[in-house]
């Protein structure tokens, strides 16, 4: 089959038939003459808020640096030392040549930014998810989840082969309902997560664990988009709820306020160096680069120091999700609670011609759809980033109104 082959024309037998209904949505969109939406190059990235794009300077906000650590000039230094010292990577696994003194000292700064007793690094936040997942609740066990969760945390599930339960977003009842019916005696793990990340909303934590703990549950909490920024240190909604203390593993992923790439799993539990020897993807694939985990340590360290970035994120989500509210455009939550803002589109259609327009006016926003959005939802989910100007904050505001307007989504 060709490039260019259609639908119609795939070979009966096709294993990638499964995608038609994909393939024909996007061919539907690209067809209207807009850009695609999932292909954008960023030809030059100028700093944590700014990249040339199509030729022109470019205010992004549809990144998930919220923290603003990518030019830190002390995080630079700390890549460019570890590269020229110990090389470009550690071609091994964890357990066997991959681990240097880097990774220890990573694992260090997170021990010490989360206050826990044990800290594990791995080389996404995907498999952070999948291995700490699959390899604690295995067949027979059950995992008690919120239905919008992370994909990520489900795949870990599937692969542990686990008991899935979920129940309704955000919905307290709904999950203590689902705890009620499993056997007493069953192994059970509550999977949550500080913020949700299609519309920015953060998890009712200290209702939801008291809950999970009063049924004899341990519970996960992924803290991917809360960390540095949450909290009164920024270890997260389940550190700004005040139920840190209760809550088994916190996963996390170096991919968002941290700068880089990578994820991890702390934990207090006194048997959790174990998971070195017995989680699949933590043993079965190589380690993080040198200048990577240096990267990290040294954001973990100064977002540890972070309060006037957190301070300043906030008043940017705060002026921006007032501003679009007042312009006229549907919010997904009511309030600010975190650095996402997800403004909804009536449709795909008119959603990628917004995506368009504003990518036009020098803004990038992230285009999201089904499935990775609930409720068949089309978003344009803003994130912010510490390192927003107040000034780039009202251009924002000005670039959303002109391109509502001339799209029709703003009368
Ligand atoms: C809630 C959540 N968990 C985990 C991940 C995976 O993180 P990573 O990009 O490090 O693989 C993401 C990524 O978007 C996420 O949103």
């Known amino acids: 089959m060709s490039d260019t082959a259609t639908v119609s024309e795939a070979p009966s037998g096709d294993l990638f038939s499964k995608f038609d209904d994909i393939i024909e949505t996007r061919e539907t969109l690209l067809a209207s003459g807009v850009e695609d939406p999932y292909n954008l190059v960023m030809e030059k990235v100028l700093s944590p808020t700014r990249a040339i794009c199509n030729g022109r300077d470019t205010i992004l906000l549809g990144t998930y640096n919220y923290m603003g650590m990518t030019f830190d000039p002390d995080v630079i230094d700390a890549g460019r030392q570890a590269l020229c010292d110990f090389g470009t990577g550690t071609t091994g696994s964890r357990v066997l040549n991959g681990t240097y003194q880097g990774h220890k000292e990573c694992e260090d700064a997170l021990r010490e930014f989360y206050a826990m007793d044990h800290a594990m690094v791995f080389s996404t936040g995907y498999q952070a998810n999948l291995g700490i997942i699959s390899t604690i609740a295995g067949k027979g066990d059950y995992v008690v989840l919120d239905i919008d969760s992370h994909a990520s945390?489900?795949?870990?599930?599937?692969?542990?082969?686990?008991?899935?339960?979920?129940?309704?977003?955000?919905?307290?009842?709904?999950?203590?309902?689902?705890?009620?019916?499993?056997?007493?005696?069953?192994?059970?793990?509550?999977?949550?997560?500080?913020?949700?990340?299609?519309?920015?909303?953060?998890?009712?934590?200290?209702?939801?664990?008291?809950?999970?703990?009063?049924?004899?549950?341990?519970?996960?909490?992924?803290?991917?988009?809360?960390?540095?920024?949450?909290?009164?240190?920024?270890?997260?909604v389940s550190e700004d709820q005040g139920v840190i203390e209760d809550v088994d593993f916190i996963i996390g992923t170096f991919s968002k306020s941290v700068g880089t790439v990578g994820g991890f799993c702390v934990s207090n539990h006194p048997k959790f160096d174990i998971l070195r020897l017995v989680c699949r993807p933590y043993v079965f694939t190589a380690s993080l680069p040198p200048s990577v985990v240096a990267t990290a340590a040294t954001s973990i360290r100064k977002l540890m120091h972070g309060d006037n970035k957190r301070a300043h994120l906030w008043e940017n989500s705060?002026?921006?999700?007032?501003?679009?509210?007042?312009?006229?455009?549907?919010?997904?939550?009511?309030?600010?609670?975190?650095?996402?803002?997800?403004?909804?589109?009536?449709?795909?259609?008119?959603?990628?011609?917004?995506?368009?327009?504003?990518?036009?006016?020098?803004?990038?926003?992230?285009?999201?759809?089904?499935?990775?959005?609930?409720?068949?939802?089309?978003?344009?989910?803003?994130?912010?980033?510490?390192?927003?100007?107040?000034?780039?904050?009202?251009?924002?505001?000005?670039?959303?109104?002109?391109?509502?307007?001339a799209t029709g989504i703003l009368s």
């Open 318 to 405: 705060r002026i921006l999700h007032k501003g679009l509210r007042d312009l006229g455009f549907e919010i997904g939550t009511d309030e600010a609670q975190s650095a996402i803002i997800a403004v909804i589109m009536p449709d795909l259609q008119q959603g990628a011609a917004m995506w368009e327009a504003l990518l036009k006016e020098g803004l990038y926003v992230n285009l999201a759809r089904p499935p990775a959005t609930p409720a068949g939802m089309t978003l344009l989910r803003c994130s912010l980033c510490a390192e927003h100007s107040a000034q780039e904050v009202q251009e924002i505001l000005a670039m959303f109104e002109r391109a509502g307007k």
């Open 153 to 236: 945390i489900y795949d870990g599930c599937a692969m542990g082969n686990a008991e899935i339960v979920p129940f309704r977003h955000n919905n307290v009842e709904a999950m203590e309902k689902r705890l009620k019916r499993i056997p007493e005696e069953a192994g059970k793990l509550v999977i949550l997560e500080g913020v949700y990340s299609m519309l920015g909303d953060v998890a009712p934590l200290k209702e939801m664990v008291a809950i999970a703990k009063k049924h004899g549950a341990m519970v996960l909490v992924d803290e991917a988009h809360s960390m540095g920024f949450i909290g009164e240190n920024g270890r997260g």
